[in-house]
């Protein structure tokens, strides 16, 4: 089956404990992409990658780190993770940009204490 | 810069009636795609509809269907015979078809349709 899978779906931490969130899919698609959703504030890109080996910015990177080694794969990484970054995250995937459909993971809901 | 605005936040109706969802996005491109997405309270996001600049034709997909107007920049949702089910997060989106710019979404329309 066709899909994005995202781990955990569910975490509470507390700040400052470094954490990481995976993502992987396995439509051989080249563009992957985190967003994060908090009320209001609809989805906002953190992060995506155009290919294996290389990334680029969205609209709110600060506090976040990621990283594209394989294809399928496109890690979120929380260094020192901080009360603000509390949000639903959602990974998704595409052939490219522009008109591709972007396939969403089942998203993580992340608390942090 | 391209932006996608929701104006409405929520809305509520009684069941088979009918609502309509607004969108209005900006973009400097004239070459781009629009698309609505669905988020049901499991939370997952649904995909309902692509439509891209070039294509204007109004499209119909059982109660779903889609008003795009170039002039106004204007890509309307509206739900016929509303049901229970579909109570969600509604959400438009733009893409630049050039650009490696990211799905820029409006802040999304909480649909409640009461029985």
């Known amino acids: 089956e066709a899909q994005v899978t995202q781990n955990p779906r569910y975490l509470i931490t507390v700040t400052g404990k470094k954490l990481t969130v995976t993502c992987s899919q396995n439509?051989?698609?080249?563009?992957m992409s985190w967003y994060r959703q908090d009320p209001g504030l609809g989805l906002r890109q953190i992060y995506y990658?155009?290919?294996?080996?290389?990334?680029d910015k969205g609209d709110v990177p600060e506090g976040y780190k990621v990283s594209r080694k394989e294809k399928r794969n496109f890690p979120l990484i929380l260094e020192s993770p901080s009360p603000n970054q509390t949000s639903l995250y959602f990974c998704?995937?595409?052939f490219g940009t522009g008109n591709n459909e972007q396939f969403f993971g089942p998203g993580t809901r992340l608390t942090v204490l | 810069a391209q932006k996608v605005t929701q104006a409405q936040t929520e809305i509520s109706v009684v069941e088979k009636e009918d609502v309509t969802l607004d969108c209005v996005y900006e973009?400097?491109?004239?070459?781009?795609?629009l698309f609505w997405y669905k988020q049901p309270p499991s939370g997952e996001l649904v995909f309902l509809i692509r439509r891209n600049s070039f294509d204007e034709q109004n499209e119909i997909s059982g109660r779903y269907s889609w008003n795009f107007q170039k002039s106004t920049s204007s890509f309307n949702f509206t739900i016929t015979a509303s049901q229970v089910v579909d109570s969600a997060v509604y959400f438009c989106a733009l893409s630049e078809a050039y650009r490696n710019t990211p799905l820029v979404f409006g802040k999304g329309t909480r649909l409640s349709v009461i029985a």
């Open positions: 439509m051989n698609h080249e563009y």
């Open positions: 990658s155009m290919n294996v080996e290389v990334t």
């Open positions: 998704a995937s595409s």
């Open positions: 973009t400097r491109d004239t070459t781009y795609y």
